[in-house]
């Protein structure tokens, strides 16, 4: 299950804007590579909608079946919106229905600043 936890408004390339509803994953237990420590997490994925904000609104705690999974995906720039530091990465979040495999690579040169 993922729950709607946000939503942000985007722009597509026609310069029109829409609504994206942020899912994210329950909660996962993840051992640091560098402290041997545990910590918790939770991932988070969006998904375009054809929503206005008030239906956006009203849909964050809705719960809805499918999950949130890493992604292979060519190289692209993400830009830590806090600390302006620029990640270069190689995997998306996407959200899969339940029972969905992924069987295609997700593909994105451009770079990429998400308010997650």
């Known amino acids: 299950m993922v729950t709607i936890v946000d939503f942000v408004?985007?722009?597509?390339?026609?310069?029109k804007?829409?609504?994206?509803?942020i899912l994210q994953s329950g909660i996962?237990?993840?051992?640091?590579?560098?402290?041997?420590?545990w910590y918790a997490t939770a991932k988070k994925a969006s998904i375009t909608?054809?929503?206005?904000?008030?239906?956006c609104q009203s849909l964050i705690g809705t719960q809805i079946p499918g999950s949130v999974q890493r992604v292979e995906s060519d190289p692209y720039e993400f830009t830590i919106r806090d600390t302006?530091?620029?990640?270069?990465?190689?995997?998306?979040w996407v959200y899969l229905k339940e029972?969905?495999?992924m069987t295609?690579?997700?593909?994105a040169p451009e770079k990429v600043a998400m308010p997650l």
């Not at 408004?9 to 310069?15: A, E, L, P, S, V």
Request: charged share 35%; aromatic share 4%; no cysteine.
């Open 49 to 55: 909608s054809t929503f206005d904000n008030a239906m």
């Open 9 to 15: 408004k985007r722009t597509n390339k026609d310069g």
């Open 104 to 107: 295609e690579q997700v593909v």
């Open 84 to 92: 302006g530091e620029v990640l270069k990465l190689t995997h998306r």
């Open 17 to 21: 804007e829409f609504n994206a509803l």
């Open 99 to 101: 029972g969905e495999v």
């Open 28 to 37: 996962e237990l993840v051992k640091s590579h560098e402290t041997g420590r």
